[in-house]
């Protein structure tokens, strides 16, 4: 499956994306998951990308070694180029028949180089090596190198957790150094907040003056999170909103080119491809683009290079699916307004909501039914200061009223904060098959999954308050379904006895 601005290889799953950029040109290693059994061994494939929106497979990268090899399995690592025009690729080699003094599968730091342009690859064992005094043997991964320009040496972070402490707080970003890329030392670590289980793929890069640290953990939330200091040695400090998607975009590593970083990580599946399925590891990359703010803090959102591929009015009005101006008063109730008809199977919808002070929620219905009862939803919550994906009607277990979920009042994992003041926000959503992404005020991303309702209507909400449409515009590709009428109701006022439907 490869679709534009995403990308899936047929009969598997994408993990972890090692991205490395040069000449304009974007080479995505990742890690392939076929969740076959038994296991077969983990590889590196490539996939490469000029625009961010159409990727080329470039087949195996670094092959499993075999079921005896210290890197059966290649998990994650990185890339980079020495001043002799060689590549050099770094990457966690694991075998779970090989276990360290812990007794549980044993981690090592491996290593590999490419002369001819990362077409193909030399293993190095002899440069392999394990967790240095202090740290578990069973976790010393994800080794990200990176040249330290003011001291002249290279430094590998690698994901690793101290011997000793609360067994959920042992996490650390430990360091090595080298000035040759085969040889490495240990040195004081990287960053040790004794906060979380593990700092997974960790990176580091600088952005204007600041410098950003990045890393996954899956102890308070699994998501990847960020961290920001005027020194590449700290003190790292925490903003205000520090993480980049929610509970389904996972892993994100990024890349550079002209000015612009970009983020590669991956959506996650769920099992039996249903809405009340298990996450899983791996699923579809998915790519969004940092911006730096004045204060240094980042805002995330989809490149413009993805939201240009829905270019096609998706209804008869494009652009006004829902007519401008519409207005929604509940001061103590819920109303929507939806499309007369579906939405494409894929689409992007930008919705620009005017929110009236105290108003308790107010958002966008996707893949709705016609009477709007059920469907998906992504609700604004000025209140709490945030945005939630939830669904009507939520799981249910049973015919009885307490059988059904309403004390979960949105998808667990699935809320990011965000400033919500009273005023004019914008929800920018897209929609490919069962993916979606949503993002507030070009700043704040939500992906997630749709499985269980592949089709429906989309509209506009608001609970106890009012909200104006400024804008709500339905975008679709070219390839997509025959543009259909668009809905021309433009005030619903509940403050009536009777609901008033005028038409422009």
Known sequence: ???????????????????????????????????????????????????????????????????????????????????????????????????GDDGLALQLVMHATSVDGMDSWQRHPSHTFGATAGYETADWRDPFVFWDDEAQLWRMLITA??????????????????????????????????????????????????????????????????????????????????????????????????????????????????????????????????????????????PEELRETFSEAAFAQPGDAIASGTLLSAPDGYRDILTADDAPSSFRLRARLDIAEGTTEAGVLLRASADGDEGY??????????????RWPRRSTGTEQWQISGDVPFAVELERPCRLDAGVHELDVIVDGDLCVATVDNATVLSTRLYDRPSGRVGVFVGEGTVTVEEFSVFARESTEPAQPAASVTEIDTTDADLVAATT
């Open 377 to 390: 939803v992504l609700r604004l919550e000025p209140k709490r200061g945030r945005l939630v994906f939830d």
């Open 1 to 99: 499956m490869n679709q534009r601005g995403f990308s899936q290889p047929n009969g598997a799953w994408i993990g972890d994306v090692i991205p490395w950029q040069e000449d304009g040109v974007f080479h995505l290693f990742y890690l392939h998951e076929t969740r076959r059994t038994p296991k077969e061994g983990m590889p590196w494939r490539r996939l490469t990308t000029e625009n961010l929106v159409d990727f080329t497979d470039a087949g195996m990268a670094i092959a499993s070694g075999g079921p005896d090899a210290d890197d059966f399995n290649i998990y994650t690592g990185s890339i980079v180029l020495a001043a002799d025009g060689t590549h050099h690729a770094f990457y966690t080699g694991q075998n779970p028949t090989k276990v």
């Open 161 to 302: 957790r101290h011997t000793d402490g609360p067994a959920r707080r042992r996490g650390v970003i430990a360091q090595c150094t080298s000035t040759d890329l085969s040889t490495w030392e240990p040195a004081a670590p990287f960053w040790d907040p004794r906060r979380y289980i593990a700092h997974e793929c960790p990176e580091v890069f600088k952005m204007g003056d600041w410098w950003y640290l990045v890393s996954s953990e899956f102890s308070d939330a699994f998501t990847t999170r960020y961290r920001m200091s005027r020194s590449l040695h700290g003190p790292w400090l925490t903003p205000e909103h520090d993480t980049i998607d929610g509970r389904a975009f996972y892993a994100a590593k990024s890349a550079e080119r002209d000015g612009r970083r970009f983020f590669f990580g991956w959506i996650a599946s769920r099992e039996g491809a249903t809405d009340d399925g298990a996450w899983q590891w791996a699923g579809t990359m998915s790519v969004l683009e940092a911006e730096q703010r004045e204060d240094g803090t980042l805002a995330f959102h989809p």
